[in-house]
């Protein structure tokens, strides 16, 4: 079976890699089914998904089996001043790869995000509930989840959030960066969502690719917290006083992006097929922690 993974340098790409090598992810191993499998890794340096002709000309010569596509302009603030570039690439990138995977009748597995969500509401949304994105980020990836459906009909959509992998930037690195640095730091207490172990995303994302089961997937660590009880939580695990961190609202932090106040997922497709094994986010994040390098 041949992989191509967009995005191969990012968070995301560098887990399915990783347990594509090893055959096994932190919650166990992944099918046999995957014992063969060559690995194409591609990230910007070797084509712009946002560019139709070197994107085609990449998959033809590629042959792949399955797409799975992790590239994005993932800034969420520089989405909201750079919106032409975040259309481009997390929604014209992904019609591009749709229609690529179709002309060479490959599976496209497409990660996007619990911000297509508007983020109002009091209990998990499901895969069925309407979208309603409030940022740049959350409509160019609702679009982008839009054009994979519509363009490729071997397409799952696999929505995550608040995302943490052993490569590249994320919140538990800078929570603990910043505690280390600078004694404290002040998060926000009024957004609630999952918080996400790549490797466990990761683990459930082949998980799926092997089936013909297309359509929306949820797939976040289990359970919720918000930002603030979020770093807590990191800088419990490692090692400090949880009171170094400090509770603010999103009025007082100010950020220059609407970000829903309750992005929670529930995670039912993956429970009604195949199988939802994602951990709790204390129990994931604990063993990052045990492991990440800073
Ligand atoms: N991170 C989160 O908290 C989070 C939450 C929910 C959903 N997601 C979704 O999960 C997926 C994976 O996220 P991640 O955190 O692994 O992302 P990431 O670490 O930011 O990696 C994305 C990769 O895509 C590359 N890329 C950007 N634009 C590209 C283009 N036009 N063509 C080819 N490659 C391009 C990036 O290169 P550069 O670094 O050079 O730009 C980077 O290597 C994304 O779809 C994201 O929207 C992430």
């Not at 996400?196 to 799926?208: C, S, V």
């Amino acid at each position: 079976m041949r992989i191509m993974i967009t995005g191969a340098a990012g968070q995301l790409g560098n887990e399915l890699i990783s347990i594509l090598e090893s055959g096994k992810a932190e919650i166990g191993l992944i099918d046999g089914v995957y014992g063969n499998t060559q690995i194409i890794p591609a990230d910007i340096d070797n084509f712009d998904i946002s560019d139709m002709d070197s994107t085609r000309t990449f998959i033809k010569n590629a042959k792949p089996d399955i797409i799975i596509n992790c590239a994005a302009m993932t800034n969420v603030d520089g989405c909201e001043t750079a919106r032409d570039v975040a259309f481009k690439v997390n929604a014209l990138g992904v019609r591009n790869l749709a229609i690529c995977a179709k002309e060479v009748d490959a599976k496209l597995i497409h990660i996007s995000t619990d911000y297509v969500f508007a983020g109002n509401g009091n209990r998990p949304y499901c895969e069925w509930d309407m979208i309603n994105p409030q940022s740049a980020y959350g409509a160019s990836k609702a679009l982008g989840e839009k054009y994979a459906l519509t363009f490729s009909d071997k397409t799952f959509i696999v929505r995550t959030s608040w995302l943490y992998g052993y490569v590249g930037k994320n919140f538990v690195k800078t929570v603990r960066r910043v505690i280390k640095e600078k004694g404290s730091i002040t998060v926000v207490n009024d957004q609630r969502g999952n918080p996400t172990n790549a490797n466990d995303l990761a683990f459930h994302i082949l998980k799926i690719a092997k089936t013909e089961h297309y359509g929306i997937y949820h797939c976040t660590g289990e359970g919720e917290c918000s930002w603030f009880e979020f770093a807590q939580r990191i800088a419990e695990y490692s090692g400090y006083d949880k009171g170094v961190v400090s509770p603010c609202s999103s009025d007082e932090y100010k950020s220059p992006t609407k970000r829903p106040a309750y992005s929670s997922l529930e995670n039912m497709a993956l429970k009604c097929g195949v199988g939802n094994e994602m951990r709790d986010w204390q129990t994931a994040l604990k063993e990052y922690i045990s492991k990440v390098k800073d």
